[in-house]
């Protein structure tokens, strides 16, 4: 069965500085990868989907960048982080083609102080 | 691009009373609607799903109905529980676009 891991699970960094969140997925191949960020009571924002190595389309312009080095390896980064970067970071996959859900990861907190 | 809105943002009801959410959607090439129910600090999962050949999709206490000439569907919970109680997201997904469209949420409360 498939599984998707992301870590860290929570996370405080002070602003100005680097951040790297990582998610792996197991048991598919070629997956869609996804990042979006949830303020607090708010919706789903869609930060970075991927549909393959290499390919990132960017959704909202901002200090975020994503990569995806391995075919499901999906990484979130910053050089310099900002308060308005606090959130909740989830990770999500989904097959390819359409039709299919996102099944999300069990997100980061990120506070950024 | 797609739109998707969702309504109403806040929705309380009594245990044991039915909770409909509604959807529309703007890109007719839509296809795929999914419901998502998201619990207090918990991560976003699927509760049931709609293809657009389909009408009408139910799954015990839960069902989904879909109207493709005026674009919306709706989520409804009959014999509402406590546990019922979250937020719920509806989405719609194009063939091929690499991504699903969300709507704002619906924060759900069931009072005993």
């Known amino acids: 069965s498939q599984t998707i891991h992301q870590w860290p699970a929570t996370l405080v960094q002070p602003v100005g500085s680097p951040l790297s969140l990582e998610c792996t997925v197991e048991g598919t191949s070629n997956p869609n990868l996804y990042w979006y960020r949830q303020a607090a009571g708010r919706g789903l924002q869609l930060l970075f989907y991927s549909v393959g190595i290499g390919q990132i389309s960017s959704e909202v312009p901002q200090n975020l960048s994503a990569s995806r080095p391995q075919d499901r390896q999906f990484i979130l980064s910053s050089k310099k982080l900002l308060l308005s970067d606090s959130g909740f970071y989830l990770c999500?996959?989904?097959?390819?083609?359409?039709?299919?859900?996102?099944?999300f990861g069990n997100g980061t907190r990120l506070t950024v102080t | 691009g797609e739109n998707v809105e969702q309504h109403p943002s806040t929705l309380s009801v009594q245990e044991g009373d039915s909770a409909v959410i509604k959807c529309t959607y703007s890109?007719?090439?839509?296809?795929?609607f999914p419901w998502y129910k998201q619990e207090l600090g918990k991560r976003p999962q699927l509760i049931i799903d709609i293809r657009s050949n389909v009408g009408e999709k139910k799954d015990q206490r839960i069902a989904v109905t879909l109207n493709k000439t005026a674009k919306h569907f709706s989520l409804h919970i009959t014999e509402t529980q406590p546990e019922d109680s979250a937020v719920y997201f509806c989405a719609a997904s194009i063939p091929n676009a690499g991504k699903s469209t969300f709507g704002d949420g619906t924060t759900l409360t069931v009072k005993p």
């Open positions: 999500a996959w989904s097959v390819t083609g359409g039709h299919s859900p996102l099944h």
């Open positions: 890109d007719s090439a839509s296809n795929y």
